[in-house]
């Protein structure tokens, strides 16, 4: 098996319990968020067919806001490449409440709009290429490269 990642991708199944070094992606035309665990220390994944934002589902501003609420001052969000503004409210809660906020350039984007909206809000701590985005996401979260 070729591996592209040192981190496990998968989608997310509602019910599972966030663990270290796996990506979650949200199942296509489900919401996906973050809720608190019985112990109140574990985060958990909740799908549900919660209505559309911005006309997306899944959307990206419905994750963020549970990030922000769930992650107060220990999250990173990246904004990257999309059509419309889908994530920009979530990224400024996450912002308010002590996150990084990381955005892909318009050099690199194939469409600028998401990104776009949180840079000319001035949300935006690091604005980096494609290329680059793995490597400001582990100086952001573990302070080396990757």
Same mark, same amino acid.
Request: charged share 25%.
């Given at each position: 098996?070729?591996?592209?990642?040192?981190?496990?991708?998968?989608?997310?199944?509602?019910?599972?319990?966030?663990?270290?070094?796996?990506?979650?992606?949200?199942?296509?035309?489900?919401?996906?968020?973050?809720?608190? *665990?019985?112990?109140?220390?574990? +985060?958990?994944?909740?799908?549900?067919?919660?209505?559309? @934002?911005? =006309? &997306?589902?899944?959307?990206?501003?419905?994750?963020?806001?549970?990030?922000?609420?769930?992650?107060?001052?220990?999250?990173?969000?990246?904004?990257?490449?999309?059509?419309?503004?889908?994530?920009?409210? *979530?990224?400024?809660?996450?912002? +308010?409440?002590?996150?990084?906020?990381?955005?892909?350039? @318009?050099? =690199? &984007?194939?469409?600028?709009?998401?990104?776009?909206?949180?840079?000319?809000?001035?949300?935006?701590?690091?604005?980096?290429?494609?290329?680059?985005?793995?490597?400001?996401?582990?100086?952001?979260?573990? *302070?080396?490269?990757?």
């Amino acid at each position: 098996m070729l591996r592209e990642s040192l981190i496990d991708v998968k989608e997310a199944v509602d019910g599972e319990t966030i663990q270290p070094n796996v990506a979650f992606i949200a199942p296509g035309g489900k919401q996906m968020k973050i809720v608190a *665990g019985m112990d109140g220390k574990d +985060r958990i994944i909740r799908i549900t067919d919660d209505p559309p @934002e911005n =006309s &997306c589902k899944p959307s990206v501003d419905y994750l963020f806001r549970s990030i922000a609420q769930h992650y107060v001052g220990r999250s990173a969000g990246v904004i990257m490449t999309g059509m419309g503004s889908d994530g920009y409210s *979530g990224l400024s809660l996450m912002k +308010r409440n002590g996150a990084t906020i990381i955005a892909q350039d @318009e050099a =690199s &984007c194939i469409v600028y709009g998401m990104p776009k909206k949180a840079i000319d809000n001035r949300i935006v701590d690091v604005i980096a290429p494609l290329d680059q985005i793995a490597s400001e996401i582990c100086h952001t979260v573990k *302070g080396t490269s990757c």
